[in-house]
């Protein structure tokens, strides 16, 4: 009895929250927690803690070491569909998932929804890991989320991932600055609010610059008319990475005025990303993943 109270409070401050403070750097936390540990014989379960991770793009190498221990470690895991199975693979196999797909799924479950279910389960006493894919903070409404766990008082923890932008260049071998082409670059939510796009064009058409479009694949073609319409070069360079840094990541290259009619054609499915700028070209030269029949 007593040799299992040990192991159990061993078990708590090793694995759980007040190992989570020190490898924050909140050492003094870490201290005092570990204090109040002490002095109580574990009478009633605490709060449990929620950590807002990025499972990266899709393949599973790409996850941080940091998500990787979180993952392992994990009671729930509160995911949606942009995550790939190999990264759900990777998490504790005891761990109970939940799926909470987004507006298009259908057993999604509402934003409001997702909220009070973390704060619910963290109340619970668990270590909860939202599991978003990319970065939680690039389209992600991972500020969101965590601000209703802030209201509630329970403790959270963000978790970066790279971001598709990120990944899919990387794997399609398109820089998104180079020196001799671009200067900056914008991401760019693609998705239309009730058929039409409100995108601040004159910003967008600026030499000098490569645009990555999230969310873009339905208008698509809209998009790149904007473009040229708003005094882009209609053969201005444009990429359409489907599925990227997957084992069936597809890239599809055009010009402004032909990748539509491209994408079209070959049946695409979402998610994808369009890149939108000079650097595109350079795919010919530094494509490296996945060549193959029926790519590039
Ligand atoms: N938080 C995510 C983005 C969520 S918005 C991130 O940082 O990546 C969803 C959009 O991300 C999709 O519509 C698509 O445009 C893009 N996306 C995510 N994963 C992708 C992938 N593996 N390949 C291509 N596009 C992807």
């Given at each position: 009895e007593d040799a299992r109270a040990r192991r159990q409070f061993w078990e708590r401050v090793l694995g759980g929250p007040i190992a989570e403070l020190v490898f924050a750097g909140?050492?003094?936390?870490?201290?005092?927690?570990?204090?109040?540990?002490?002095?109580?014989?574990?009478a009633h379960p605490e709060t449990g803690e929620v950590f807002l991770v990025g499972a990266g793009p899709g393949d599973p190498e790409l996850v941080t070491l940091r998500a990787l221990r979180?993952?392992?470690?994990?009671?729930?895991?509160?995911?949606?569909r942009l995550v790939?199975?190999?990264?759900?693979?990777?998490?504790?196999?005891?761990?109970?998932?939940?799926?909470?797909?987004?507006?298009?799924a259908f057993h999604s479950v509402p934003q409001e929804g997702i909220n009070s279910l973390l704060v619910r389960l963290a109340k619970e006493g668990k270590r909860v890991v939202r599991l978003k894919g990319g970065d939680p903070f690039i389209f992600g409404r991972g500020g969101e989320?965590?601000?209703?766990?802030?209201?509630?008082?329970?403790?959270?923890?963000?978790?970066?991932?790279?971001?598709?932008?990120?990944?899919?260049?990387a794997y399609a071998g398109i820089p998104l600055t180079h020196r001799d082409f671009a200067q900056s670059v914008m991401f760019v939510a693609g998705h239309q609010k009730d058929g039409k796009l409100t995108l601040n064009w004159?910003?967008?058409?600026?030499?000098?610059?490569?645009?990555?479009?999230?969310m873009g694949l339905a208008g698509i073609e809209a998009l790149c008319n904007g473009l040229i319409e708003n005094g882009m070069r209609p053969d201005m360079p444009a990429a359409l990475v489907q599925r990227g840094t997957q084992p069936d990541q597809r890239?599809?290259?055009?010009?402004?005025?032909?990748?539509?009619?491209?994408?079209?054609?070959?049946?695409?499915?979402?998610?994808?990303?369009?890149?939108?700028?000079?650097?595109?070209q350079l795919h010919d030269r530094l494509s490296w993943f996945n060549r193959g029949p029926g790519t590039g």
């Open positions: 909140r050492d003094h936390e870490a201290e005092g927690r570990m204090q109040a540990e002490l002095e109580r014989s574990g979180v993952l392992q470690s994990a009671d729930v895991i509160v995911h949606d790939s199975q190999p990264v759900l693979d990777l998490c504790r196999r005891e761990a109970e998932r939940i799926y909470v797909g987004k507006e298009r989320e965590i601000e209703s766990l802030a209201a509630e008082e329970v403790p959270f923890q963000v978790i970066p991932g790279i971001t598709a932008a990120s990944g899919c260049a004159d910003a967008l058409v600026r030499p000098g610059q490569t645009i990555v479009f999230y890239v599809l290259i055009g010009t402004l005025d032909g990748l539509p009619a491209r994408v079209e054609e070959s049946g695409v499915t979402a998610p994808t990303l369009i890149i939108v700028g000079e650097v595109v």
